[in-house]
């Protein structure tokens, strides 16, 4: 699963999750439901910052519980929509975030539920930024 959204491939990281999946990460006040609101989620996120990538430091398994210790990290070389879709022009600023992931798998072991916890690296700031 990391290998695959390291390569920011959206449609090969969607074949990972059902279709009623929800997705939330620290800078998500509310998680995301749907492939369709992941897809866009995650196709934005790309194209802001298309060196984004996650690094494992560890992962623990449990039935169908997958708890994951992690960084990403990023450049916003791209341009951004902030939550009151206002455009941000790229910054050129990089970020890391540690996190811990949860990921529950449903019964045919498809990403039922993706949870990060940290703090918000705001890669995709919730207001526009002060001029």
Known sequence: MIAVVNTRNVDKV??????????????????????????SYLTESFVAFPDWKMEISKIFVQGNDVIVVDSVSGTQTGPLSAIDGTAI?????????????RVV????GKVQSLRSYGNAANPRPLTAPSR
């Not at 059902?18 to 995301?32: F, G, I, R, S, W």
């Not at 798998?105 to 045919?108: I, K, T």
């Open 89 to 101: 022009t790229p910054t050129n600023k990089k970020f890391v975030q540690e996190q811990m992931t």
């Open 105 to 108: 798998l449903d019964q045919h």
């Open 14 to 39: 969607l074949e990972q999750y059902a279709d009623d999946a929800t997705y939330q990460v620290p800078n998500l006040e509310t998680p995301l439901t749907g492939k369709a609101a992941i897809r």
